[in-house]
């Protein structure tokens, strides 16, 4: 007989886990304990349980498989719930392990106790409570399998305090191979013939074009049958910014001209994407219900198919595989006004890419610090983006290689960048590092440096402060001028927050300064953190707060 704790490590074990991230509780003391005897399974202790879950989310991202969260009942459990909601709108692959209050409690509001299965139904591809140190392994088994399968997502797993520590004869499980869908060879003879008369066709390409392998495809798939490619927002990384083929990062608030040019395509291919509000910049590229071109629409799962747009043709396949099979097939000659097409196309991101080193009084416009740092940081590069205008100048100036590997929440939640700096310095030893993130982002989940330090991982955290909610001022603007209420914050000297951390910190505050300070801190052994004083005025890539005051 083995304790259920016990099996349920064994389980993970036999899943390839070898790192989980967690805030300890006593409700799953025995896990933990468990654990303890546990040496290939490295147990990194967040100091939120939001961080935890992020992290987790950011290294699923970066393994393709289940990243793994575990966290105390109630207040851990509430706590965490940041990272599963961007499991489920990032379609990321997270299992999360939650104390429960024993057995005999439940049900009579007992010290911390929340009913999982009611709080994240609506978040989580499947919640369980196991009761059963017998189930505890065939529970698990089947987490890692619905974590994984169609659209990715979170899974939940309950544990009662007092199962944990019952003993069961039932052993630790071997993982179910997991059956992602195929395109048939009718299907990809289909998609190629609409490629074949389209004069204008365009890609869409999403997340779920997963790895090297993927983006390798998507390449040869776009340079074979000269089609230009758009990613998905926060999907950069997906295909080199600089190939000719390469159209635009379909991000937030772009100006109208990316999505007039897109919408002269006749064909969209939107790959490996759910086709979602904003990489269709609100439903307009291709417009709902309706689109103007014709629409084929690839996905690992059926429920985003046809469900907004009526779609010419609709796979239920895996991205990669079906840019495999495409890519088997030869292309005929080329019509020459698909190469106008191409270069009209890129001709969006080429002048994205012009960027002049402005000067502003009240600070340094945040986008000459991305121009600086596109030119210096390594090819491969790991860029970890939290939320805010900030991020605006990332999505429009960074220079996104196919090798490089953007960590960014799609769901938009603030507090992701510091987390996924950590999950990514400690899996990826030989890659740069480099989070950009706000103020505000930064106060929500800063903390978590210490585990820079407690590892000595050599991150590069720069925050971009103008000592503002700068996208929420930017709505105010726009939208309720001259009453800006609840934007403004006051805040410490980040550098010195850095050294009281253990973290090497510095300050950029004049144009001048930029290439000196940056210098220095990437060639810190171990975290350094640079503090930008950000221009107010030039707190978005495509606009400022004169030119939207003007407007008015
Ligand atoms: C967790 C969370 N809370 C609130 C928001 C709404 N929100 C989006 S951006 C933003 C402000 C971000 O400020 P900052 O990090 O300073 O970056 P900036 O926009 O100033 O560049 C807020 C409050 C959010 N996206 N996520």
Request: net charge negative.
């Amino acid at each position: 007989m083995t304790r259920a704790a016990t099996v349920l490590a064994n389980t993970l074990i036999n899943h390839g886990v070898d790192r989980v991230f967690c805030v300890p509780g006593e409700s799953y003391l025995a896990l933990i304990d468990a654990l303890y005897d546990t040496p290939s399974i490295d147990v990194v202790t967040a100091r939120h349980e939001g961080g935890a879950s992020f992290m987790a989310v950011a290294d699923a991202k970066m393994t393709g498989k289940p990243g793994i969260v575990m966290v105390s009942r109630g207040p851990g459990a509430t706590n965490a719930s940041i990272g599963i909601h961007v499991s489920q709108q990032d379609a990321v692959p997270v299992i999360m392990f939650v104390g429960q209050v024993s057995r005999e409690d439940r049900g009579r509001g007992a010290f911390q106790e929340v009913d999982y299965v009611k709080t994240y139904s609506d978040m989580a591809k499947w919640v369980i409570e196991v009761n059963d140190a017998d189930k505890i392994s065939e529970c698990v088994r089947r987490a890692f399998v619905i974590a994984q399968s169609g659209t990715p997502g979170p899974v939940i797993i309950s544990l009662p305090e007092d199962m944990l520590l019952d003993e069961t004869n039932a052993p630790a499980l071997i993982p179910a191979k997991i059956y992602q869908p195929k395109p048939n060879m009718d299907d990809i003879l289909e998609i190629c013939d609409m490629l074949a008369i389209a004069k204008r066709p365009l890609i869409i390409a999403g997340g779920q074009i997963g790895g090297n392998k993927g983006r390798n495809l998507l390449r040869i798939v776009s340079e074979t049958w000269n089609i230009p490619v758009a990613t998905a927002w926060r999907h950069q990384d997906l295909f080199n910014t600089n190939h000719p083929n390469f159209s635009c990062h379909l991000a937030f608030n772009m100006p109208p001209i990316f999505k007039d040019t897109l919408n002269e395509s006749d064909l969209i291919i939107g790959i490996g994407t759910r086709l979602g509000d904003v990489v269709t910049q609100g439903y307009k590229i291709p417009s709902a219900p309706q689109p103007i071109q014709k629409l084929i629409h690839i996905y690992n799962d059926s429920k985003p198919l046809g469900n907004v747009f009526q779609t010419d043709l609709a796979i239920v396949a895996d991205a990669t595989k079906t840019l495999e099979l495409i890519a088997t097939i030869n292309p005929p000659e080329v019509p020459k006004e698909r190469l106008d097409w191409i270069s009209k196309a890129h001709a969006l991101s080429a002048d994205r890419f012009k960027w002049e080193i402005s000067k502003a009084s009240d600070g340094v416009p945040f986008g000459n610090i991305i121009a600086h740092i596109r030119d210096i940081a390594d090819d491969d590069a790991i860029t970890t983006v939290d939320a805010g205008n900030f991020a605006t100048f990332v999505h429009r100036l960074y220079d996104y290689k196919i090798t490089n590997l953007q960590l960014a929440a799609v769901a938009g939640a603030m507090g992701m960048g510091v987390p996924a700096a950590i999950a990514a310095g400690l899996r990826a030893h030989n890659r740069q590092v480099i989070c950009f993130v706000g103020d505000g982002g930064f106060q929500m989940t800063g903390n978590e440096i210490s585990i820079a330090v407690e590892r000595n991982l050599p991150i590069r955290i720069i925050i971009s402060n103008n000592s503002s909610l700068g996208t929420i001022r930017l709505y105010q603007e726009r939208l309720y001028p001259d009453r800006t209420l609840a934007t403004n914050m006051t805040n410490p000297d980040f550098s010195k927050i850095a050294e009281a951390y253990g973290v090497k910190g510095f300050k950029i505050e004049k144009n001048e300064d930029i290439g000196e300070i940056i210098r220095q801190a990437f060639e810190v052994n171990g975290p350094s953190l640079i503090e930008v004083n950000s221009s107010l005025e030039y707190l978005a890539a495509y606009i400022n707060i004169s030119q939207i005051k003007e407007s008015h």
